[in-house]
């Protein structure tokens, strides 16, 4: 059965990720900054999920993670976790372990690099 908050947080990294922002400036106007894609943060993300879900030593996350591969080795990590997850693949406590975290960091994203609408709809 596919996961309405999967469903939703990847239709928001869809958007998000097709976004460009500006890092170390103050304005958007690129004097000193880099222009990055969100997209550009999709290892640190999975590979953020990873660590913490070793280090809190939820097992089922951490193999979950994994089993498409290393996660330097995924091709769109993020996007891959997300589809995987909308199809119902994890159980229900991997699902709502990676959901809720997923949610935190991509609604974040969204309200700083934003416009972006992030509701339920």
């Known amino acids: 059965m ?20 500006t890092l170390g400036a103050g304005c958007g106007c690129m004097t000193g900054g880099v222009s990055v894609s969100l997209e550009d943060f999709e290892l640190d993300i999975v590979d953020y999920l990873w ?22 080795e995924q091709v769109k990590p993020v996007m891959l976790l997300l589809t995987r997850l909308e199809d119902g693949e994890a159980d229900e406590a991997v699902a709502d372990w990676l959901l809720s975290r997923l949610a935190r960091t ?8 934003g416009p972006v609408n992030t509701s339920d709809d």
């Open 2 to 21: 596919a996961d309405p908050r999967a469903a939703r947080l990847a239709q928001l990294w869809s958007r998000l990720a097709a976004q460009h922002v």
């Open 106 to 113: 991509l609604d974040s994203f969204a309200r700083l690099h």
């Open 51 to 72: 660590a913490e879900s070793e280090r809190l030593g939820v097992a089922p996350v951490v193999a979950f993670l994994l089993a498409p591969g290393a996660i330097n």
